[in-house]
């Protein structure tokens, strides 16, 4: 990923602080879930989303403990080293040890003060500080792609 579209991802991030929580949402300034914030970052760089999101619940796939976010991720981002921190990294936490990887974030700044904005339920998008806490709960980084696949590309088009 370059830098500039790293920037740019957090800058378009940042538009959404103060947007609601709305499960499964994904519409600036009216709802978003932490998905739906990195969708909308997705539309505001290519244009379209390159695949539909199928319905789902706020404990989907914990029952089958299937990683569908971290599969979602690894088919349309750059996944990349945890240690590798960049502005604008997609960031995949884990929120209970034994539970699948499901809330996401775009990284506002790094080094001595990281930061972190998301949205999750009972609050607005925000930028918090990316403590250690939430540190250890991430298990993937991602970055925008710097050009999409071709499979992509095309799916745009279909829209």
Do not use: N
């Amino acid at each position: 990923m370059s830098d500039a579209i790293g920037m740019r991802a957090a800058q378009i991030a940042r538009r959404w602080i103060g947007t609601p929580y709305r499960h499964q949402a994904s519409r600036l300034g009216a709802g978003t879930d932490c998905l739906g914030l990195i969708r909308g970052v997705w539309r505001a760089l290519y244009g379209a989303e390159p695949s539909a999101v199928p319905p789902y619940t706020r404990d989907w796939s914990e029952a089958a403990l299937q990683e569908r976010l971290w599969q979602a991720a690894q088919r349309h981002l750059v996944s990349k080293a945890l240690a590798d921190a960049a502005v604008g990294d997609v960031v995949l936490f884990r929120m209970k040890s034994a539970a699948v990887a499901k809330h996401l974030g775009i990284c506002g700044a790094v080094g001595d003060a990281p930061t972190v904005i998301h949205a999750y339920g009972g609050h607005a998008v925000l930028e918090s500080p990316l403590s250690r806490p939430w540190q250890r709960r991430i298990v993937a980084r991602f970055a925008f792609p710097d050009k999409l696949l071709p499979t992509e590309e095309a799916a745009l088009w279909q829209h």
